[in-house]
């Protein structure tokens, strides 16, 4: 099996593509760079610098590589700048993968995983989120995941393709400080950013019904996530013109506050969280059911949420050492 990954360069990339070369698959990256960073490649994966929607660069990648699989990471994901660019979004996360999957039906690829994300479902009003859960997005960037998951299905069934829309919860951590978040839009990251700067975490909200008042969310190791694309993979080759659709969680919520004295306990930075007032469209509680994945797949997340506040902090001293000063 030949894996083209595209977005490979990315934090969540990155690990995939750790993940399926240390499983033994050959991995090809496309990616622009326009936020991957390349020396979070092994040696052993090929890197190739281009765009999803440049079809002679995908038609010249899927043929000259051989590639048998794609995993689809390439694609805009901040909410509040879907809002302010919904075009740039629908052009960026719909639009150019459609370019991607007519170039995969032109070569003859038969798997296809996409990365999607719990943005899908809105606002849910449920203690756990199923796949059977209605999908009402509130913002662009949720809907064109949707509407992303609607052509790559349709794509599927047309043309014989396998395919899997993964649906992320909220990734945090790294297999190696190397791989780390360089970014600031994640929760974990930004609670950093703040305390290295000796200012206080910054919790949207504190009177939604929930046991301490802040929002409840899911947290997933993103090194279990990048096993899970593998266990998927695994799952595309042994089930020909099959779909699938999961969650991609641990089914265990923790609440900002509670996130907020974690990460107060591991980088020994503890300043005491002031509260803003409450984002628009954040759901009270955002817990995944991750029944799907274990029955059918065999696959359960086992990394717990201080390992991932732990490795985060060890990759955010990596670029930033005056943090472990910060105290």
Known sequence: MTWLITGGAGYIGAHVAKAMTAAGER???LDDLSSGIAERLSAEVTLVRGSVSDRAVLDRVLAEHAVTGVVHLAAKKQVGESVEKPLLYYRENVAALGVLLEAVVAAGVRRFLLS????VYGVPDVDLVTEGTPCAPIN????TKLAGEWLV???????GISTACLRYFNVAGAAGPELADTGVSNVVPMFFERLTRGEAPRIFGDGYPTPDGTCVRDYIHVADLAEAHLAVAGHLEAHPGGDLTVNIGRGEGVSVRDLAELVGEVTGLHIRPVVDPPRPGDAARAVASADRMTERLGWTAHRGVREMVESAWEGWCLRHPEARTAG
């Open 153 to 159: 299905r349709a794509a599927g069934r047309a043309h």
């Open 27 to 29: 991995v090809v990256v």
């Open 116 to 119: 999607s994300s719990a943005a």
């Open 140 to 143: 662009p960037y949720g809907e």
